[in-house]
C-alpha cells in the first residue's frame, strides 16, 4: 500500500518511485525536518510574524514579560506593544 499524499512517507515514496513530489508531499517534509531541526537543536530560530509576538507579550505573566524586556531590550518590547492597538482594531 502506498502511503498518502501529503505526508514525509508520501514524499519518501515518491522519491523511490523515481518521482518528483507533489507539493503537499514537499510541504509536508519540509513541516517535518523544520520541526525536527528545532526539536534536535540545530535550528535555534523560528521566525514569528510581529502580531503573534505581540499577543503573546500581552498574554504573558509578569516573569516572563520581564525575561523579553531583558532578552529583546525595553525599547523593542515598548515599540511592539505601542503597535497592538493598531493590529487590535
Same mark, same amino acid.
Not at 61 to 85: N, Y
Given at each position: 500500500?502506498?502511503?498518502?499524499?501529503? +505526508?514525509?512517507?508520501? $514524499? %519518501?515514496?515518491?522519491?523511490?518511485?523515481? $518521482?518528483?513530489?507533489?507539493?503537499?508531499?514537499?510541504?509536508?517534509?519540509?513541516?517535518?525536518?523544520?520541526?525536527?531541526?528545532?526539536? +534536535?537543536?540545530?535550528?535555534?530560530? !523560528?521566525?514569528?510574524?510581529?502580531?503573534? !509576538?505581540?499577543?503573546?507579550?500581552?498574554?504573558?505573566? $509578569?516573569?516572563?514579560?520581564?525575561?523579553?524586556?531583558? $532578552?529583546?531590550?525595553?525599547?523593542?518590547?515598548?515599540?511592539?506593544?505601542?503597535?497592538? %492597538?493598531?493590529?487590535?482594531?
Amino acid at each position: 500500500m502506498r502511503p498518502p499524499c501529503g +505526508t514525509p512517507a508520501g $514524499e %519518501k515514496a515518491h522519491r523511490r518511485r523515481h $518521482e518528483l513530489s507533489c507539493q503537499p508531499c514537499r510541504d509536508a517534509l519540509a513541516d517535518y525536518m523544520r520541526g525536527r531541526c528545532i526539536a +534536535t537543536g540545530h535550528r535555534l530560530s !523560528v521566525r514569528v510574524p510581529l502580531d503573534v !509576538v505581540r499577543l503573546l507579550l500581552l498574554a504573558a505573566p $509578569e516573569d516572563v514579560f520581564a525575561s523579553a524586556r531583558q $532578552e529583546l531590550g525595553p525599547c523593542t518590547v515598548a515599540a511592539l506593544l505601542a503597535q497592538t %492597538k493598531t493590529v487590535a482594531s
